[in-house]
């Protein structure tokens, strides 16, 4: 399987929007960890453009990368082994290290929490029961490598079952044309407003099956995908067309939540609220397929830093939301503008993430603690070798 350039271009693209999007909830009135001293709601406008796609693009982009390194695995046994390595071990280790100091910032701030640090993360933090309504311990962010490495298991005993060629010839021909637009649309409407409302996700493995029924599906199609570049030759006529309907999507959402001041201020009358779900996720396909066609069409060329940010989108992902959780916990009692906390919440976050990325790259058993392979890497700067395989 040829390397895509342009998919790993916007794998990249995703994560660093992702790192945006939630520096971007400090300053909404949605719940977030930390708040700033006065969330505005005029900035819930900038939101909901990337709030609807972000996450299912994430998904559509590692079941991509999931078919490569399915191809470059010993069997099923070894590709098994090789994404429970790179996924549960730096979940666990996020959940055990990075994490805490989310949950204590957010029980200190929103719930007077008394004690200090050490003391919440060696006996608190390990009740394995609620505390102010927060159940401890927690996966928080982390929960997107949860549910990917439950679905790349459930991916593995597909890709076992016989007709897996048959299967690609049917995607093919299922998704040419236009179909590639609306059948996914259709399905969104179907199971995210028609059947269920999902406004937003649980972050609960049990109890998230509405937002399975959009996930898996995405992932799921990112697979195939790899292996369809007559689907792809598709996506790249329709992009336009997509990116038209996904910013008249976006206008319809952010027009309903300007004249109803926000989903979580005036809540507007049911019929307007199914028109306004029912844009978010004809803006999330439609947008996801116009990215799509974007990234074959001008991103698909290598670029000496593009295998580096391939290798660090990861850790900087497993990291960024402590760093902006704790960097805003310093910042509030200097009762600094709105303006200049984001201005110093976007430096800070992106240096806080490259510097773990290096540290973590150089220390041999590191590596794995965030998503890297054990073995050393001597690369001291951008570099065109294509070694680092995605997480």
């Known amino acids: 399987?040829?390397?895509?350039?342009?998919?790993?271009?916007?794998?990249?693209?995703?994560?660093?929007?992702?790192?945006?999007?939630?520096?971007?909830?400090?300053?909404?009135?949605?719940?977030?960890?930390?708040?700033?001293?006065?969330?505005?709601?005029?900035?819930?406008?900038?939101?909901?453009?990337?709030?609807?796609?972000?996450?299912?693009?994430?998904?559509?982009?590692?079941?991509?990368?999931?078919?490569?390194?399915?191809?470059?695995?010993?069997?099923?046994g070894g590709f098994i082994a090789n994404r429970s390595w790179r996924l549960i071990v730096p979940l666990l280790f996020g959940i055990a290290v990075m994490v805490p100091p989310q949950a204590f910032v957010e029980l200190v701030t929103q719930h007077q929490y008394p004690r200090a640090f050490p003391a919440f993360w060696t006996q608190d933090y390990w009740r394995f029961a609620p505390l102010h309504g927060l159940f401890l311990p927690n996966w928080n962010?982390?929960?997107?490598?949860?549910?990917?490495?439950?679905?790349?298991?459930?991916?593995?005993?597909?890709?076992?079952?016989?007709?897996?060629?048959?299967?690609?010839?049917?995607?093919?021909?299922?998704?040419a044309g236009t179909r590639v637009l609306w059948l996914p649309v259709t399905w969104l409407l179907l199971t995210q407003v028609v059947i269920f409302?999902?406004?937003?996700?649980?972050?609960?493995?049990?109890?998230?099956?509405?937002?399975?029924?959009?996930?898996?599906?995405?992932?799921?199609?990112?697979?195939a995908l790899a292996r369809s570049p007559a689907v792809m030759a598709w996506l790249t006529r329709l992009w336009k067309p997509a990116l038209v309907i996904g910013l008249a999507g976006y206008a319809t959402t952010a027009a309903i939540d300007i004249a109803y001041?926000?989903?979580?201020?005036?809540?507007?009358?049911?019929?307007?609220?199914?028109?306004?779900?029912?844009?978010?996720?004809?803006?999330?396909?439609?947008?996801?397929?116009?990215?799509?066609?974007?990234?074959?069409?001008?991103?698909?060329?290598?670029h000496k830093w593009r295998a580096t940010l391939t290798e660090a989108v990861f850790p900087f992902y497993l990291v960024h939301q402590t760093i902006i959780v704790v960097t805003m916990f310093w910042l509030l009692p200097l009762a600094l503008p709105a303006g200049?906390?984001?201005?110093?919440?976007?430096?800070?976050?992106?240096?806080?993430?490259?510097?773990?990325?290096?540290?973590?790259?150089?220390?041999?058993?590191?590596?794995?603690?965030?998503?890297?392979?054990?073995?050393?890497?001597?690369r001291t700067g951008p570099t065109p070798v294509r070694r680092e395989t995605p997480a």
């Open 1 to 76: 399987m040829e390397r895509h350039y342009g998919m790993d271009w916007l794998r990249i693209g995703a994560f660093g929007l992702l790192i945006l999007y939630h520096i971007g909830m400090v300053f909404v009135p949605w719940p977030f960890h930390i708040k700033t001293a006065a969330p505005a709601d005029w900035v819930t406008v900038a939101m909901l453009f990337p709030s609807p796609w972000r996450l299912t693009l994430l998904f559509l982009v590692s079941g991509y990368a999931s078919r490569a390194l399915w191809l470059k695995s010993r069997g099923t």
């Open 261 to 302: 001041a926000g989903i979580y201020g005036v809540q507007p009358p049911w019929a307007v609220g199914r028109v306004m779900l029912a844009a978010r996720y004809i803006q999330c396909w439609m947008t996801i397929a116009a990215l799509i066609g974007i990234a074959e069409v001008f991103l698909n060329r290598d």
């Open 340 to 378: 200049i906390e984001f201005a110093v919440l976007v430096p800070v976050t992106a240096a806080g993430c490259w510097i773990f990325y290096r540290l973590g790259r150089e220390v041999r058993w590191l590596r794995p603690l965030i998503g890297l392979r054990l073995s050393s890497a001597r």
């Open 141 to 175: 962010h982390l929960w997107f490598v949860g549910y990917l490495w439950l679905y790349t298991l459930g991916l593995a005993v597909i890709a076992m079952l016989p007709g897996g060629a048959v299967a690609q010839r049917m995607f093919d021909r299922v998704f």
């Open 197 to 223: 409302q999902r406004w937003t996700d649980s972050q609960d493995v049990i109890h998230d099956g509405i937002a399975h029924l959009a996930y898996v599906p995405a992932f799921l199609f990112g697979f």
